[in-house]
């Protein structure tokens, strides 16, 4: 009774258990499954931030960086019966003095003797003594006389310079030669200082005179490149500068001072070449000055006129300038120009001049034995180009850790291992192969270099990073984790509880 | 039986020949070391001239910015720089802004006297194309294939850059258009890349920004110069206003660059010590730097010229080589080949001429002098930049915020307990 009544004791609260989702199993799944979400997402976290950093062939680039090409030349000593002793000494003199130089060049040089002993190939060359006092080059072969107690030295000199004349080259010479490209733009132009002062060369049948004077240096150039031709016409191209006035002969006249020459090029006003494509331009001017700069000289440093009226902006093309011209230029009147023009192109492309004394005899502009020179030249520098850029690329990589390297660069890179590998094989047999291959593998090297994929991340400093994440992760953490913390704590509790009536009812 | 004797004289010739080939070479080497040095020492080996303007900085109160790259613009332009050869990268277009009250110009003085714009500006990087992408593609020449030449920097190792930025920036950074910033590290990243693939001889590294001489303290890599307008903890004033433009139109430092720049014509013979020595904290209301270390000629013979010019050598074909008819033939070949050692006399008297008045001024002392500034500022960032404490601070701050995140935590938890 006494029980009954008693008030009835507070209804228990309500068992927190019941509820579905505060059930400690169920909790437990759901903190699990935000967990399990979290680390599922940290591959995919690492994948998407980190850099695809593909391997490139770095032990293969160090082997080639100590390789080099080397073009092997054949010199062949001929002479008539009575000068065979001559021959069988010079053979020996020659192989003596010049396979030094031409080692240090990229060349491997042996000489013969005789008619028969080797056939003609490309690096192949005679060398004919004959009785005369002057040399003269024909094809891949050079008459020189030997009747003079100093000619043995004279027919080494010489040989050495037709076959390595990059040795004597200043360096001054070396400057003014353009890089190596394939492709060059060549844009003529014809300007006229001021059309309206009376004396101006309002046309001129550039198309013709390009045909008749270039076209057969084109043709023999095009183992080494293409060219591409533009022409134009400007009736207004003012000068920046006030040339100085001088007296010729007493009359009046004008003139440029050398430093004059450097600023020649008004660029400000004068638009030269179209912009078309991304193959360096080489600029033929040709300036018809105003009647009141007319006639216009270049000066040496006296101030003296000279007798030249052209010059070399080195690796940017030539200037001619024509006093007094008829409106309209014909192809013949064109002639003069054109070979000023002729001459500059080939001295921006790096073509060697024969040695001193040395003529040619052939009807085109430059000989054989220019024409493999200079290819074995390229050759070398492309080779050495683009193994300069492939251990660049290797370096670069390393050093800068943020730099990616894709899947193209990669194969770009291994392209031009190949092709430096095949400009290797193909040296010993013909140098216009070890050219283009070496070119190829130019034009690769550099694609890889320039890969629009290899910009590095921008720099991140440490603080950065800080700053960045924690807002973000840190407010998604603490609940995460606390709430972690909280469930070890109540499970050590529940467990703790459950093993305390345990062991009291042992003590019982 | 003549012959034997004759042969003999004939190859004793022949070895003294060589011997003396020999020491010709060696008298040869020495000589084209001798002219590297003389074109490291004075004379730059540059063949063209380029150069990266960048204002990065967009809004109409940034007139300032946009003035003083166009000012730059217009210099170099002027000095002979085509416009083929000038990435101008401008944020913002001022000229065409509805607030500006002179619709298509741009000024860059109180008075309006010289309008920036003028009627030939080729503007190649423009608006949101200013990008810290965009601009480190142009240096390293990382660019997609589609890109047009005049967009790109098409230099090689006989180019001499110059490269000047504009904008906001502070400590070792320098904001693009108020949501990104290039860093110092970034731009040295850059020039370290054009190095390795030759695509420059020297860069002139030129800033004009707030706390500006950090920009460059991260460079590494040889023959750059690089000067800017204000050090570390410092800002860079504006020069003044324009009461109708009605904001600042020109900064400071720029300004006074740019009026030491109207003094040069195309064939002057000023050094950039020249101008480094024009540089006073009562001109400019900050203290501008000049690091050199990485510059390998001396200041004094480094011509202003050889950035800021078109081309630096010409050489005269003589008449000999000209005067063919008909496609060369022989004589004229032995006249060429005659005429090149005058040909070479020439340019070497070119050069020769250059140094003299150059080297004119010349003190030794002045050089070192100005060697040991820029040095000791240059040691004073890199202590600054990597010096233990720093990264000691950095480490020491990372573990306070894990320990603020652990407590947090904790008090988290122990609230719950409760």
């Known amino acids: ?508 | 039986m003549l012959i034997l004797p004759w042969l003999s004289a004939a190859v004793v010739a022949a070895a003294s020949w060589s011997q003396r080939v020999h020491a010709q070479n060696a008298d040869q080497e020495h000589a084209v070391r001798g002219f590297f040095n003389a074109q490291s020492g004075s004379v730059s080996s540059h063949t063209n001239n380029w150069a990266v303007l960048v204002c990065a900085s967009r809004y109409w109160f940034n007139y300032r910015h946009m003035s003083n790259a166009l000012g730059m613009y217009r210099t170099v332009k002027r000095l002979g720089i085509p416009d083929s050869n000038i990435i101008l990268m401008l944020a913002d277009d001022v000229a065409c802004n509805p607030r500006n009250k002179f619709p298509g110009c741009v000024y860059s003085n109180a008075g309006r006297s010289l309008d920036l714009y003028g009627d030939n500006i080729e503007v190649d990087y423009r608006g949101y194309e200013v990008t810290v992408e965009n601009f480190l593609r142009v240096l390293t020449g990382r660019m997609d294939p589609s890109v047009p030449r005049s967009k790109r920097l098409l230099t090689d190792d006989r180019s001499n850059i110059f490269v000047y930025m504009t904008g906001h920036g502070g400590n070792e950074f320098l904001k693009f258009q108020d949501n990104e910033e290039i860093s110092a590290y970034d731009i040295a990243d850059a020039f370290e890349q054009m190095w390795q693939k030759k695509r420059y001889n020297e860069i002139f590294f030129m800033i004009d920004t707030c706390q500006a001489n950090t920009m460059y303290s991260k460079f590494y890599s040889p023959n750059i110069l690089a000067t800017g307008s204000s050090e570390i903890h410092e800002n860079s004033y504006s020069y003044e206003n324009d009461n109708d433009i009605g904001v600042a139109v020109i900064d400071s430092y720029t300004h006074h660059v740019l009026e030491f720049m109207e003094g040069i014509g195309k064939t002057s013979h000023k050094s950039v010590q020249d101008l480094f020595d024009t540089y006073s904290f009562e001109k400019i209301h900050s203290h501008p730097g000049v690091r050199a270390d990485l510059f390998r000629r001396p200041l004094r013979q480094t011509l202003v010229t050889d950035f800021f010019g078109g081309v630096a050598q010409a050489e005269v074909l003589s008449s000999a080589l000209v005067s063919g008819q008909g496609i060369p033939n022989t004589t004229e070949r032995s006249h060429a080949q005659e005429a090149v050692p005058e040909k070479l006399a020439m340019v070497n008297a070119v050069e020769a001429y250059r140094t003299n008045a150059t080297s004119g001024q010349t003190s030794t002392q002045q050089i070192e002098i100005v060697r040991t500034r820029a040095l000791d500022t240059a040691a004073m960032f890199e202590s600054y930049a990597r010096g233990e404490q720093g990264s000691f601070s950095i480490t020491a701050r990372a573990w306070a915020s894990v320990a603020v995140a652990g407590s947090l935590i904790a008090w988290v938890s122990r609230i719950s307990k409760h």
């Open chain 1, 1 to 508: 009774m006494a029980d009954a009544a008693a008030p009835a004791p507070p209804s228990p609260p309500v068992d927190l258990s019941r509820i579905t989702f505060e059930s400690t199993r169920n909790r437990r799944r759901i903190i699990a499954s935000y967990w399990f979400i979290v680390i599922l997402a940290l591959p995919l976290w690492w994948r998407t931030t980190s850099i695809d950093r593909l391997s490139l062939p770095e032990s293969r680039a160090r082997v080639l960086a100590e390789k080099h090409l080397s073009s092997p030349v054949h010199v062949e000593l001929r002479g008539s019966q009575e000068q065979l002793e001559h021959v069988h000494t010079l053979h020996h003199e020659l192989a003596r003095w010049i396979s030094p130089v031409a080692e240090a060049n990229g060349l491997s040089f042996t000489a013969g003797q005789g008619p028969h002993t080797r056939k003609a190939g490309p690096g192949s060359y005679n060398v004919v003594l004959e009785n005369r006092q002057d040399a003269v080059v024909e094809g891949r072969s050079l008459h020189i006389g030997l009747n003079e107690p100093s000619a043995g030295q004279r027919v080494i000199d010489t040989v050495t310079k037709i076959l390595v004349p990059h040795v004597s080259q200043t360096a001054s010479e070396e400057h003014r030669v353009v890089k190596y490209s394939p492709r060059y733009r060549l844009a003529f132009s014809l300007l006229n200082e001021d059309a309206s002062s009376g004396r101006a060369a309002l046309s001129w049948d550039v198309r013709e005179a390009v045909d008749t004077y270039l076209h057969g240096t084109f043709d023999r150039l095009s183992v080494l490149h293409n060219f591409t031709i533009e022409s134009q016409v400007q009736y207004h191209a003012p000068l920046a500068f006030e040339p100085r006035a001088i007296h010729v002969a007493d009359n009046d006249a004008h003139g440029l001072t050398p430093e004059d020459l450097t600023v020649f090029v008004n660029s400000a006003e004068w638009t030269l070449a179209s912009s078309s494509s991304n193959d360096p331009v080489l600029h033929f001017v040709l300036f018809v000055p105003s009647s009141q700069h007319s006639p216009l000289y270049i000066l040496d440093h006296e101030g003296q006129a000279t007798t030249s009226d052209a010059f070399v902006l080195p690796q940017w093309g030539g200037i001619l300038v024509l006093n007094s011209p008829p409106s309209h230029l014909t192809v013949s009147e064109l002639a003069k120009t054109f070979h000023t023009f002729h001459r500059q192109l080939l001295t921006l492309l790096g073509v060697p001049d024969l040695p001193a004394g040395v003529q040619s005899r052939q009807a085109e502009a430059f000989t054989d034995w220019q024409l493999d020179a200079l290819v074995r030249q390229r050759a070398r520098q492309n080779f050495e180009n683009s193994k300069d850029t492939l251990n660049s690329i290797v370096k670069l990589v390393h050093q800068i850790e943020n730099m990616p390297v894709g899947e193209d660069v990669q194969g770009d890179v291994q392209d031009a291992l190949d092709a430096l590998d095949a400009a290797l094989e193909a040296v010993p047999s013909s140098s216009t192969q070890a050219l283009q291959r070496s070119a190829e593998a130019l034009t690769l090297s550099s694609r890889a270099f320039f890969n629009p994929g290899m910009l590095a991340l921008l720099y991140f400093p440490a603080e950065h990073k800080y700053a960045v994440y924690a807002p973000l992760f840190a407010s998604v953490a603490a609940p995460l984790i606390a709430a972690i913390v909280r469930e070890v704590i109540a499970w050590r509790k529940a467990r703790r509880a459950a093993r305390q009536p345990e062991a009291r009812a042992r003590a019982d």
